[in-house]
């Protein structure tokens, strides 16, 4: 490995080694993900989700159909910071597939997208003490302000000089882990640090831009505030590799089941259906038939709906009535 001033402390546990080997054979099911690259459809709405997820992390009360709502344009009703988070974070992961990961002007610059009219001096580091807080209790003290530009001059060395050396995988679950750990800016942390691993992994693997890595670690954020926690106790960043890698696989397992039920079992009219409805959006029967352009209701229900539903690709949110004149039906 390359000489550095600075490398930050962790190990290459076998958990590690067994995860990145899982990882990798799941990436190798090429045709899923590469089409996953092909659809603007799927990659919005993922890239949605990774919006709405990393938000709610950090106390943002959107909903996801309010989320997508701001992001199509629509007017929404709501707390005027959180919806101009909502359209800031859009923003810069929009800025994704330009910017440099190893830059450190880059990080800066997209701070400000992320934090702009936000009264948190977007785009420079903080100036007073700061620290991360999960139910109500401080997990640690951030470095001193003072130390903050030196520290992110060393860990941005240390990913260039990195680059080539150490795994992908790892190197973007270690810078996660210390720039949460040094909290350089006032606020968006955490949300800089979701979107620079994303980043970090995009640079080594494309489909990871469109990958909604946030989504899987908000619905674990219990363990991800312990994982950063225990790594702070242990003095490196080693149990927090390794939960990360824990969330992209279970990602990935989630996106491969997925694509191989519609890809497998679905017919070409409930995969024609599929394609119309957005996730996560409750739809009417009535909604489902105007978008296929159906008259029938025998229809609908025979070759779409129930072929759907049996195969988990759709579920209906009354579905203990479900012949309820309010029943709609979700695309999972």
């Known amino acids: ?169 790892v190197r973007a679950a270690v810078f996660h882990y210390e720039f949460v750990f040094i909290h350089p800016f006032k606020d968006g942390n955490g949300r800089m640090a979701r979107l620079w691993c994303t980043a970090l992994l995009s640079r080594w693997k494309k489909v990871f831009e469109y990958i909604p890595l946030e989504n899987q670690i908000e619905q674990f954020q219990q363990d991800y505030y312990e994982a950063i926690d225990k790594s702070n106790n242990a003095g490196n960043s080693t149990l927090f590799i390794e939960f990360m890698l824990e969330m992209i696989k279970k990602v990935l397992i989630s996106i491969y089941e997925q694509a191989k039920k519609e890809n497998s079992g679905a017919s070409v009219y409930v995969k024609r259906m599929l394609l119309l409805m957005d996730y996560e959006t409750p739809y009417t029967s009535t909604e489902i038939m105007d978008m296929l352009g159906l008259k029938s209701k025998e229809n609908l229900r025979k070759n779409y709906l129930d072929p759907a539903l049996q195969l988990g690709l759709l579920s209906m949110t009354i579905p203990e009535k479900p012949n309820s004149k309010n029943q709609r039906y979700i695309k999972k």
């Open 1 to 169: 490995m390359k000489d550095t001033q600075y490398s930050p402390p962790y190990s290459i546990s076998n958990k590690i080694v067994a995860l990145i080997s899982d990882i990798s054979e799941l990436l190798g099911q090429v045709s899923v993900f590469k089409d996953m690259i092909n659809k603007p459809h799927l990659r919005k709405v993922n890239r949605i989700k990774s919006v709405h997820s990393s938000l709610k992390i950090e106390a943002n009360s959107l909903s996801f159909e309010q989320v997508k709502d701001l992001i199509d344009g629509h007017l929404v009703i709501g707390d005027e910071k959180e919806i101009l988070e909502v359209k800031n974070a859009y923003k810069a992961y929009e800025e994704l597939p330009s910017l440099d990961p190893c830059s450190l002007a880059d990080l800066k610059r997209v701070h400000k997208i992320m934090t702009q009219s936000l009264p948190c001096n977007p785009g420079k580091y903080r100036t007073g003490e700061e620290g991360v807080s999960s139910d109500g209790r401080c997990i640690f003290v951030a470095p001193l302000p003072q130390f903050v530009p030196s520290l992110m001059e060393q860990l941005f060395r240390w990913l260039k000089e990195s680059e080539g050396d150490v795994h992908p995988l």
